[in-house]
């Protein structure tokens, strides 16, 4: 990972040093044309930002709801702002009206605020913790089941889950910000998705970037409007339950039964095309693994392990073990991984220590640095925020939070969120840090540990709801710190200044506060989510509250022989960790991802056959024309997961007005 992150700064690097070159402009005269902070932050700008956060809320409520996997989509974010912009400034110029240039300053802060916006969907947990407090979630884990107390429920509101999102949000924006200069120029962390967002910017404004980018704006369009068609088209046979495309026994009937067919889904063709062929293989495994043979097997011991007089969606039963033993996958990888980061952040840590004094003020720009790398420097350290400024507001959004979140949730006590404050950024720093390095952003597994400890320490009469939440809480920080360190890496890379990022990231942050639980309940309202055999199953929800059951509880909860397994899979995603990390290099490589096999584990087998496919298209595609494919494979499946999303705000209209698609199409036996 921090390979790609280093290949990425010198792409960086070559692309600043062929713009010097072609414009024959110095660096002083250069840093003088820079826009000032605030001319960074434009209202068509602001408006850009508004609507693409908007259209990936709605997109990533949608993969929260059904397989809880969201793939990274700053890229997509960046390229659609410049989509956005360059259309705006067209029909401007056909109007006779003058608009100022787009500068990749502006692309950066727009791709920022866009990204803070949906992040708030992606992380507030509207498909895990928060959900996980409903009256549905606790009947699916079992109103007789130990641990899941009567009356450790909250029905999902409007208004608490905005009020929540306010007061938890805005901490993690100022945990790490007296750090920021450490991070970026001292440690050099290579933060990969914000460099590689950066290159892709960067790359836009250039003379040869520019033909690049009327490319990916043609082929984003032309799989938009076909991605959005087809999900019309689809919605007309889509009549009853069980009915349309998307239930097609692709593979036979058995096969459809046991979750194995093509849904023609585009979001998920899109989300296979940016993951990872590994990734995408590894929840073709899961499947087969637990809906192919598992599942199967274990209900055909129905009688033996658990009554037969049981339904498959009780807790005692199949569902059990689906739950419990992709919790196990889930937990080993995470602990792993969590440790691993803990270990290699501490040792490079006292490495870099020991080579030199660190310190957040400014300091004097090193003169034998490269050119490239001194402007950027100088403009990352011109507008600082005051250290003061970040204490002072951490302090007073960490006391407007212990004030308002035991009003809350009287189950979490005062005194325990003032302690997840105290540590709070000594876990965003270790996060960040990792971050950098690797790209993988643990907030989750942060959030997993405080889970745990919360549920145990506040007892079986408050601790699923006390675990629930203060999951939320230090999960939120954690992940808000490091996301801010991508984006100011990002910043740092496009000579933009971390005044405009941070101020774009806040206001970002409180529309996403806003649209978030506008589109969640845009989707609560108009389908049925949370229905384990429906299409919004929310497996993440339902995993929470068990894991809160486990911590209150302990192993009392789980079903006859799900022990053994659960210790099974725990030890598979260890050693399957160990091996790609110390195994020979061309058998590591081909270990499967245990977190991205648990998926299906709930889920079902149809939406990793989808991701496979847009695997497909992309390794065929890499065969036949590789460069075309390099530049074409973002923007095609940016417009497939855009157009797919897009369909639902009309959908979830209709259905609101009662309003349902006239015909079924379903498929039946001979």
């Known amino acids: 990972m921090g390979t790609t992150g280093r290949d990425g700064n010198m792409e960086i690097e070559n692309i600043e040093r062929e713009n010097v070159e072609q414009n024959g402009v110095g660096g002083s005269v250069e840093m003088n044309r820079l826009p000032p902070w605030k001319e960074q ?32 989509l700053n890229v997509s974010a960046a390229l659609l702002a410049f989509v956005f912009v360059q259309t705006w400034t067209k029909l401007l110029s056909k109007a006779g009206i003058v608009s100022k240039p787009f500068t990749r300053q502006e692309n950066t802060v727009i791709q920022t605020c866009a990204v803070a916006c949906y ?5 507030g947990g509207f498909g895990s913790y928060l959900l996980g407090l409903n009256r549905r979630t606790y009947e699916l884990a079992g109103v007789d089941t ?5 009356g450790s429920t909250k029905e999902p ?8 999102l306010f007061v938890t949000s805005f901490v993690g924006l100022l945990a790490l910000v007296p750090l920021r200069k450490i991070m970026i120029i001292d440690y050099k962390l290579p933060y990969p998705s914000g460099t590689a967002t950066a290159v892709l910017i960067n790359g836009f404004h250039t003379p040869k970037g520019d033909k690049m980018a009327k490319k990916q704006v043609h082929g984003f369009m032309k799989y938009f409007s076909f991605s959005f068609l087809w999900a019309g088209f689809q919605w007309f046979y889509a009549g009853g339950e069980q009915c349309g495309f998307v239930q097609f026994p692709t593979f036979g009937l058995k096969a459809w039964k046991n979750t194995f067919y093509f849904d023609f889904s585009m979001t998920y063709i899109g989300a296979g095309m940016i993951c990872s062929h590994l990734v995408n293989l590894s929840l073709l495994l899961g499947a087969v693994l637990s809906w192919g043979i598992m599942w199967p097997l274990i209900k055909g011991l129905k009688g033996e392990w658990f009554p037969a007089t049981l339904s498959e969606s009780s807790m005692k039963s199949v569902n059990g073990y689906k739950v419990f033993v992709s919790i196990a996958l889930i937990l080993g990888d995470g602990l792993y991984n969590f440790l691993k980061i803990l270990y290699f952040t501490g040792s490079s840590i006292h490495t870099k220590l020991n080579k030199k004094d660190l310190t957040t003020d400014e300091v004097s720009i ?23 400024v970040a204490c002072v507001g951490y302090i007073l959004f960490s006391i407007i939070s212990i004030i308002v979140i035991p009003m809350m949730f009287p189950q979490l006590k005062w005194y325990y969120i003032v302690v997840a404050y105290m540590i709070a950024p000594s876990l965003s720093f270790c996060n960040a840090y990792g971050a950098g ?30 675990g629930l939440v203060g999951c939320g809480l230090i999960k939120s920080i954690v992940s808000i710190s490091s996301d801010l360190m991508h984006d100011l890496k990002t910043g740092h890379l496009t000579f933009t200044s971390p005044r405009s990022m941070i101020v774009s990231q806040a206001i970002g942050t409180a529309i996403g506060c806003v649209v978030a639980p506008l589109t969640f309940f845009l989707f609560y309202k108009a389908f049925d989510v949370g229905n384990p055999n429906g299409e919004y199953k929310v497996p993440y929800a339902i ?15 789980l079903p006859q022989h799900c022990l053994d397994l659960c210790y099974a899979f725990f030890s598979f995603a260890i050693a399957a960790n160990l091996l790609r990390d110390f ?4 058998m590591s490589k081909y270990v499967p991802l245990p977190m991205a096999m648990a998926v299906p584990f709930l889920v079902g087998a149809y939406f990793a056959i989808d991701m496979c496919m847009g695997s497909l298209i992309v390794f065929v595609w890499h065969k036949l024309k590789h460069n075309k494919a390099s530049l074409m494979v973002p923007a095609v499946a940016s417009g497939l997961i855009c157009g797919d999303g897009l369909w639902i705000l009309p959908s979830s209209i209709l259905a609101l007005a009662k309003v349902r698609p006239p015909i079924c199409m379903n498929f039946l036996a001979s």
């Open 41 to 72: 932050i434009t209202f068509r700008g602001l408006v850009s930002s508004v609507i693409i956060g908007i259209i990936y809320s709605v997109i990533v409520q949608k993969l929260n709801l059904t397989t809880g996997l969201i793939p990274n």
């Open 119 to 123: 992040s708030i969907a992606v992380g």
């Open 146 to 150: 130990e641990g899941n107390t009567p």
């Open 157 to 164: 509101g409007l208004v608490w889950m905005t009020g929540f």
């Open 366 to 388: 090193d003169p034998n640095l490269p050119l490239d790398e001194r402007r950027r420097n100088e403009v990352f350290i011109r507008d600082k925020i005051p250290i003061w």
């Open 437 to 466: 390095l690797t790209d993988m952003n643990m907030a989750y597994n942060y959030g997993k540990v405080a889970l745990f400890v919360l549920a145990a320490v506040a007892g079986k009469h408050d601790g699923v709801i006390a």
């Open 543 to 557: 995993i929470y509250r068990n894991m809160a059951i486990l911590g209150v509880q302990g192993f009392s909860a």
């Open 583 to 586: 195994g020979p290099k061309k």
